[in-house]
C-alpha cells in the first residue's frame, strides 16, 4: 500500500470555525456484558487530539461511530450515550447526545450548536444502510455539516456509509489518528529499517495469511505463536497432540513455509494442558505433544528466543497473541513478548484488537512507538490490501487550504 496522501483537518484551519464538522470516529469500545460499563476507553482516548483541535478553532464538532453489532435495530444497550458520557469526562466539558444519527431532530441539533460545542449521534449501525453503504443515508448523514473528518483507522477497511459514502457529498479530510496510524504501520510496508522482526499470534493462520505473505518479502524474520503454529507444526511432521490444527490450511503452512525460506520460526516448546479451562494444569512439553495434550501457550525456551530477537530488532510488528490469554497460566508468552517490546530500542508496533487490549492491560501503552486502534485495518493495510475509506479520502475533492498553515497540530503537518 502507498503511503496515503491526503489533506488532514489541519489544512482547514481556521476555516472551521462556526462550520459543523461531521466526524467519524472508533468508538467500538468493549463493554462489560453484565453492567454494560465501557471496560477500556483506548479508542475514545486516541481520537482526543483531532477532537480537540476542531473544538478548539470554534468548530461544532457531530461525532458519529457504530458501538457492537445491533445488525441494523434499535439496541439499548448499544446505545452511544454512555460512550458520550465518558467522552464529556475526558475532554472536561459537556458533550451532547443526539437520540438518532439521521431526520429533523438530529439536524436541528446540530443548527443549535455553538462553536465549540460536540454532539455525540446515536449508534450509527442501529440502521442497516450503514452497512449496505446506502447513499440517501451517507446523503443524509452529509445534510447538516460543512466538512467531514474520518479519523476511524478501526472501520476504515470498511466501505460503509458513515466512512466511504459520505465523501461523496462534502468536502473530506483524516483526522491526526488516521495519519498517525499509516505514517507508523508504513514503517512496516515502505523501506522498513533492519532487523526487522514481524510477530504472528491469535487461532488461526487464514486470518494472517495476506499479512504473513506481504511481511515475507520485507522482514527478516517472522515469529509465530498461538494457535496457529500448530498448523505449520503439523505440516512439518511435528505431532501437535489434540492442539488446534486447520486442516485445511495445511498446504497453505507448507506454502509459506517454503516461501519464507527460514525467515519463519516456530515454537521449540510449548504449555500444555489436557483441557481448556480455568482449572487446567499447565506441562511444559518440548517440541513433540504427546496425544491427549493440548498446546496453549508458547515455551519458556521459545520465548526466551523471541525475546532475543525483539531486542535485536530495529522495528518490530506484533499482531494477535501468542498463547491462549483467556486463562491466566497460559497468557505468559504473551506477556514476555509485550514487556520485551517494551524494553526494545527500536521502532515497536503494536497491531490493533486484543494485542491492543494485551499492551493496555499490561501498562505498558506509553512504551510502544504505536499501540493501532485498528484490528482487522491493521491486518489489511499489513497485508498490502486497499482501505476503502482511505482510498475515499484520496478521491474525495481536494479542499483547499485556509490558512493556519503553521498551527501546531499533533505530530506536526
Not at 49 to 61: F, G, L, M, N, Q
Not at 190 to 212: S, T, Y
Request: charged share 25%; aromatic share 4%; hydrophobic share 40%.
Amino acid at each position: 500500500m502507498e503511503t496515503m496522501a491526503v489533506r488532514t483537518i489541519q489544512d482547514l484551519g481556521d476555516a472551521i470555525a462556526g462550520k459543523a464538522i461531521l466526524m467519524r470516529v472508533d468508538f467500538n469500545v468493549p463493554l462489560d456484558k453484565k453492567t454494560g460499563r465501557i471496560t477500556n476507553d483506548l479508542r475514545i482516548r486516541q481520537a482526543l487530539p483531532t477532537i480537540r483541535y476542531a473544538v478548539e478553532r470554534s468548530a461544532r464538532t457531530v461525532l458519529m461511530s457504530h458501538l457492537g453489532r445491533p445488525r441494523g435495530k434499535a439496541a439499548p444497550e448499544l446505545s452511544m450515550k454512555k460512550v458520550a458520557e465518558r467522552l464529556s469526562e475526558l475532554l472536561d466539558s459537556s458533550v451532547g447526545f443526539a437520540p438518532d444519527c439521521v431526520g429533523h431532530e438530529v439536524r436541528k441539533m446540530v443548527a443549535e450548536m455553538a462553536g465549540g460545542e460536540v454532539l455525540v449521534l446515536e449508534n450509527l449501525r442501529f440502521h442497516p444502510e450503514e452497512e449496505d453503504n446506502d447513499p440517501e443515508f451517507a446523503r443524509e448523514l452529509a445534510s447538516a455539516a460543512d466538512f467531514y473528518v474520518n479519523d476511524a483507522f478501526g472501520t476504515a477497511h470498511r466501505a460503509h456509509a458513515s466512512t466511504e459514502g459520505v465523501t461523496k457529498f462534502l468536502p473530506s479530510v483524516a483526522g491526526f489518528l488516521i495519519r498517525k496510524e499509516v505514517q507508523y504501520l508504513s514503517k512496516a510496508t515502505e523501506q522498513p529499517e533492519h532487523p526487522f522482526v514481524a510477530i504472528m499470534g491469535g487461532a488461526k493462520v487464514k486470518d494472517k495469511i495476506g499479512a504473513i505473505r506481504n511481511l515475507l518479502d520485507a522482514a527478516d524474520l517472522l515469529l509465530i505463536g498461538g494457535a496457529m503454529a500448530y498448523t505449520f507444526l503439523k505440516y512439518r511432521g511435528i505431532p501437535v497432540g489434540d492442539s488446534m490444527v486447520e486442516e485445511d490450511k495445511l498446504e497453505l503452512a507448507g506454502e509459506l513455509l517454503r516461501r519464507a525460506g527460514g525467515k519463519i520460526v516456530l515454537p521449540c516448546d510449548h504449555l500444555c494442558a489436557e483441557e481448556i479451562g480455568e482449572d487446567a494444569e499447565p506441562v511444559a512439553v518440548e517440541r513433540e505433544i504427546p496425544d491427549g495434550m493440548i498446546g496453549l501457550d508458547i515455551g519458556p525456551k521459545t520465548a526466551g528466543l523471541y525475546e532475543k530477537e525483539i531486542a535485536g530488532a530495529r522495528l518490530v510488528t506484533w499482531n494477535g497473541p501468542v498463547g491462549y490469554m483467556e486463562i491466566d497460566v497460559f497468557a505468559g508468552g504473551t506477556r514476555r513478548i509485550a514487556r520485551a517490546m517494551a524494553s526494545c530500542a527500536g521502532t515497536c508496533i503494536v497491531g490493533g484488537g486484543e494485542t491492543a487490549e494485551i499492551v493496555e492491560e499490561l501498562g505498558l501503552q506509553d512504551e510502544m512507538s504505536h499501540v493501532s486502534t485498528g484490528g482487522g485495518a491493521c491486518l489489511d493495510f499489513l497485508a498490502g490490501k486497499q482501505l476503502p475509506a482511505l482510498a475515499a479520502l484520496q478521491q474525495a475533492g481536494k479542499v483547499e487550504c485556509c490558512g493556519d498553515q503553521d498551527s501546531a497540530g499533533p505530530d506536526g503537518c
